[in-house]
């Protein structure tokens, strides 16, 4: 049997390349993987629903079922903000910001997207938990408020996220590269499966809702028009593909190369994803691969967010493709 790293023993790895790290993040990525073993147990299950009873009703152990997002929120908050390693937490499902117990002792940040895409579910389609992890901006976790929330993605001392599809994958990043592991069932554990994780300079997919074209500004239907003609030296056109999951698109593109876009729209003036649970924590890994991730005019790690709950544009993928792209949005080609 070949060498089988788990991703306690990589976390673990990592931890011992800082010499003096106290542990304290190997701690919370652990917490991470472990929560995500919970949702993914809920997740495997969803098809059952018409027979273990629908969301908002009442099963037949006589519990009351959730639906899936809600389930998946819960289960993390409770997973994670127990071990007082947090001082505050966001969550895509909640409103305001939590304080978990024992915040009193937490040095870190979380702001998670339990089931990014959880429409999806009914259709038997890949979904994922995406988080973020910052410090604390202050000394002391009893201060700690919505501002330590709102820091740059810059910031961010780890990421990544979690893919319920056909196997059940975690990809994470602490700054020092993006590595994947594939969920095995039979042991109840993350395995080491992707070490590494490049994506292409350039790639041969892009993935974005075409459906939205009349709402697409004209510098994106530019862009569109331009990765459909044909171009040997670049590989146009471009195949598309969308799953309209964003881990699931993000994923397939990190590992063949592509660009995905959810650009502003007359709908969605700002785009519809949200900067700190989704853009920020994918832009790190992208970063990390060797992509790039942007709004169309600046980088996305560098926006100073005002707000929780905030959205923007994303292009986020290999790095020339991106590059194009933000020159098509910025008037410039
Ligand atoms: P959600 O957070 O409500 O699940 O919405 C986010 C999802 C992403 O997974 C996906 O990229 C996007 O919405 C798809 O939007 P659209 O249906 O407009 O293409
Ligand atoms: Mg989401």
Redesign the pocket.
Same mark, same amino acid.
Do not use: P, T
């Given at each position: 049997m070949n060498n089988l790293i788990t991703i306690e023993r990589h976390f673990l790895e990592q931890q011992m390349q800082h010499p003096g790290a106290s542990g304290s993040l190997t701690a919370v990525l652990n917490d991470v993987a472990f929560a995500s073993k919970l949702v993914r147990r809920e997740v495997v299950r969803a098809g059952l629903v018409d027979i273990l009873g629908m969301a908002g009703t009442t099963n037949v152990q006589g519990e009351e079922v959730k639906k899936l997002?809600l389930f998946a929120n819960e289960r993390i908050i409770n997973a994670i903000g127990q071990h007082g390693r947090f001082a505050i937490m966001g969550s895509?499902e909640n409103e305001e910001t939590i304080i978990p117990p024992k915040s009193e002792t937490g040095k870190y940040v979380l702001l998670f997207?339990p089931?990014? /895409?959880?429409?999806?579910i009914d259709v038997n389609v890949s !979904? /994922?938990t995406i988080f973020s992890i910052y410090r604390i901006t202050g000394d002391s976790p009893e201060d700690a408020s919505l501002q330590d929330c709102l820091q740059k993605g810059l910031k961010q001392v780890a990421a990544g996220y979690v893919i319920y599809g056909s196997s059940v994958m975690m990809v994470y990043t602490t700054g020092n590269g993006v590595h994947g592991f594939t969920y095995d069932p039979t042991i109840g554990e993350f395995l080491l499966s992707h070490e590494n994780i490049t994506i292409p300079e350039r790639g041969k997919y892009y993935s974005?809702?075409e /459906?939205?074209w009349h709402q697409f500004n004209q510098t994106t239907k530019n862009y569109i028009d331009y990765i459909k003609e044909e171009d040997k030296a670049t590989g146009r056109p471009y195949s598309t593909r *969308?799953i /309209?999951?964003? !881990?699931?698109?993000f994923h397939r593109n990190l590992l063949t190369g592509g660009i995905?876009i *959810?650009p502003a729209t007359k709908k969605?003036a700002n785009g519809?994803?949200?900067l700190m *649970?989704?853009a920020n924590p994918l832009a790190f890994i992208c970063e990390q691969a060797g992509g790039k991730a942007s709004d169309g005019k600046q980088r996305i790690l560098d926006i100073d967010p005002a707000e929780l709950h905030q959205r923007t544009p994303l292009y986020i993928g290999s790095k020339e493709d991106v590059t194009v792209a933000e020159k098509f949005e910025q008037g410039l080609r």
């Open positions: 997002d895509e997207d089931l990014d /895409g959880s429409s999806n !979904v /994922g974005m809702n /459906g939205s *969308y /309209g999951s964003l !881990v699931a698109d995905f *959810y969605h519809k994803l949200r *649970y989704e």
